[in-house]
């Protein structure tokens, strides 16, 4: 821990280093908001209809996710929060060149700005509160809690332990060498050569599983570009959790968990069967079983969806929703589905991994609706189609909530699109 003085001059030196090395911003394809609409709406929350729909971005950056969505769904009011001056004049360029009238850029320190109360249907902050300081992390939870609507939900992407432990030892190193540098530039330059001199260390020892594992990190470390290494790798802030510990500080701030944005990953029946006897003994409860997950499966990050305390929550999957809902495949880049004969397909999915569709209505239905990859289908396209496979009415929502729960589809809730 630094002292009183450290710590105040923490947000000025991070202010500093982002207005001058911009973050490589991105599109986040998991965020989209048709897609967490229709996630909130599968969960029994989100609106009635699409009038006044609105977006808080904390953390936005240059803006190019916001502005994104902006010109998908120019129906949605966006909101964009962040401190850096540098990277608030860059979103305020992209919304002015593309005509985004929706969208309101706020420069100010989360600990500082205020938004409006009960006023957003999405709360987003992706990249943001694993590399800011506690105050700051408390303060995404309140103004959350502050900001949702009743039936509103919190996406918050952050990194998770244990699957970070080995990644942040490396960079607990690069910090070390580094201390003395000044230079971000400089301090890239010097890290690159420490990361070679590790590569080439574990490369030399290809059958030592340790090794592989660290040197598999060490790639993934020199694949980065050099400004978004300069944030991730050596900013002053990087404090990864265990979900627990993110569930339980949530709901002090008001917010209960309730999902992940991609539902595949909170399945156990993606863990070895020999898993789940043992597994009934200790009769964890949901929030135990999603950490023991985390164990499991090395999870190094989370995308977690979140909703105001007020508003009860069973933490179950509303059937009765489909019928209002659009559904799409969340295949990555676009790419052409790999078939195994007529009752198999995989693909690899936005969410980050494989994804297998065994039986042919499921998978006559997956690859019609890869046909158009970019128009979430209506329910009764999806329902027509499955009837032409001879699938029954009482077989239908079965199907559809195992494709959901198995990541194969995704819910999204119908929105205008411009074109």
Known sequence: MGSAAEAEKRPDFTRARYDHVPYQDEVFENLDVSRL?????????????????????????SGRH?????????????????????????????????????????????????????????????????????DAKQRIFELGHHALKPTGLAAIVYLTYPGWKQREAIRELLAMRVAEIDDPEAQVRDSALLLRVLQAGYSARPDDAHARSLLEIVES??????????????????????????????????????????????????????TAPILGQLDPDFLETQQLIDFLVNRGGRASLLARKETLHLRRLCKESLAGLAFRVPRLGGGALESEGTDCVRFDSVHGDGVSVHGRAAVRLVQRLSETPDRP????VVEAALKDEGVGSEALVPLLMDLLRGGAIDPHFPLARLG
């Open 37 to 61: 609409l229709g996630m909130a709406k599968l969960l029994g929350l989100g609106p009635g209809d699409t009038r006044d729909l609105r977006v808080l971005d904390l953390g936005c950056a």
């Open 66 to 134: 916001i502005c994104a969505q902006a010109a998908r769904y120019p129906g949605v009011a966006f909101t964009g929060v962040d401190f850096s001056a540098a990277e608030l004049a860059n979103a305020r360029a992209r919304v002015e060149e593309q005509g985004l009238s929706q969208v309101e850029l706020i420069q100010g320190d989360f600990r500082e700005v205020e938004v409006e109360e009960g006023a957003y249907d999405l709360v987003l902050c992706h990249g943001t509160f694993s590399w800011v300081p506690d």
């Open 221 to 274: 470390i020199q694949a980065s570009s050099s400004n978004v290494f300069i944030h991730d790798e050596l900013g002053r802030d990087h404090d990864p959790c265990y979900f627990l510990q993110f569930a339980e500080w949530a709901d002090e701030c008001g917010l209960q968990y309730v999902s992940e944005v991609d539902l595949k990953s909170m399945a156990t029946s993606l863990l070895p069967e020999t």
């Open 377 to 380: 289908q209506p329910y009764s």
